[in-house]
């Protein structure tokens, strides 16, 4: 047996024979692909990399609206609880809930503003199809400092508000589906689009190129009825 590999993003100790970090998602292919471009292909893996627009895909928009929405119910639900119980009453727990859904509003424009300014509308992630099932990771140096920046900003200001988006979005750097927990495939060719749900919030949106697709959708549907069988595929 050779000596014990590492990630080099990381520093993860690799399984034998892994072609991605099971612990921060990063490739361990060439990472020299151009975006858009398969970044490896070799036995029962594909990896590649794409750069996904922002402001025109409706899958972000409902991310982004249901985001929101449950950070403005949580939000609203703890402030307006502590307003009614400090003798507001429901005008207390009403006035709770506008401030809430007003810092969501605030949060959909700033989101908006990063998107087509500092992202400039494109967002590169990298995918895996492997033998044991599928990794999403965000690559984007910019968008680990910000979701870190979000909860560092709510610590010093002491506004827990402000660490809701981050926090969320964070813990959705690397999204890991396993073929057994697959519950649900829907394939959206005309978008090149493959949406995956596991259980529970555990879902991954393949993002595929003009040339991998029909490879990629194939792959998954194969796995999936090997190891998933009750899965809906559609």
Not at 135 to 147: C, G, L, Y
Not at 173 to 188: D, F, H, L, P, S
Request: include cysteine.
């Amino acid at each position: 047996m050779g000596d014990p590999m590492f990630c080099r993003r990381c520093g993860s100790k690799l399984k034998d024979g892994s072609r991605f970090c099971t612990v921060c998602g990063g490739s361990i292919a060439d990472d020299t692909a151009a975006p858009g471009e398969a970044a490896a292909s070799s036995g029962n893996e594909l990896i590649w990399r794409v750069d996904v627009p922002l402001l025109s895909n409706r899958f972000i928009w409902t991310d982004m609206l249901l985001g929101t929405g449950a950070t403005v119910l949580l939000g609203g639900t703890i402030i307006g609880g502590i307003f009614a119980t400090s003798g507001g009453g429901l005008h207390g727990f009403s006035q709770g809930f506008l401030g809430a859904a007003i810092f969501g509003v605030f949060i959909l424009l700033v989101g908006l503003f990063t998107f087509a300014v500092i992202f400039g509308n494109r967002w590169p992630l990298e995918f895996v199809v492997g033998e044991h099932g599928v990794v999403q990771n965000n690559v984007s140096e910019k968008a680990h400092a910000i979701h870190r920046l979000s909860w560092i900003l709510a610590l010093v200001t002491g506004r827990p508000l402000m660490a809701g988006p981050g926090l969320i979005a964070q813990s959705r750097e690397v999204v890991a589906i396993q073929w057994e927990e697959v519950r649900t495939v829907r394939k959206y060719p005309e978008l090149g689009v493959i949406a995956i749900h596991g259980a529970f919030m555990d879902n991954v949106r393949l993002y595929c190129t003009p040339s991998n697709f029909a490879a990629v959708a194939q792959r998954v549907e194969t796995a999936v009825k090997q190891y998933a069988s009750a899965a809906v595929i559609s």
